[in-house]
Nanobody, 116 residues
Framework: QVQLVESGGGSVQAGGALRLSCAAS????????MGWYRQPPGKKRELVAT???????NYADSVKGRFTISRDVAKNTVYLQMNSLKPEDTAVYYC??????????WGQGTLVTVSS
């Protein structure tokens, strides 16, 4: 079993920055890729960024150039550095891990609110 715990959400004004953290515990050797997703108010959950075990990254077009995903294997933690935040980035942000057995694991989510 893998458990994920997010932290770092909060409220910020447009143009500001936040860093989200996702700490993994449990069967860490089963984790393959990790990522961040978000669910804006009244909308579906959407991909933000992913990072593979080989540290290849992928970003949604809407966050390219503003967000950076990184992974600290020693700390079992994945980060999402969010710069130049916009009101449309307001959402609940979820950490995700996909495992070698094909099971996806989700964190509980952390709220990011960007005011104009």
């Amino acid at each position: 079993q893998v458990q994920l715990v997010e932290s770092g959400g909060g409220s910020v004004q447009a143009g500001g920055a936040l860093r989200l953290s996702c700490a993994a515990s449990g069967s860490l050797s089963s984790i393959n890729g990790m990522g961040w997703y978000r669910q804006p108010p009244g909308k579906k959950r959407e991909l933000v960024a992913t990072i593979s075990s080989g540290r290849s990254t992928n970003y949604a077009d809407s966050v390219k150039g503003r967000f950076t995903i990184s992974r600290d294997v020693a700390k079992n933690t994945v980060y999402l550095q969010m710069n130049s935040l916009k009101p449309e980035d307001t959402a609940v942000y979820y950490c995700n891990a996909d495992t070698l057995v094909g099971i996806e694991v989700w964190g509980q989510g952390t709220l990011v609110t960007v005011s104009s």
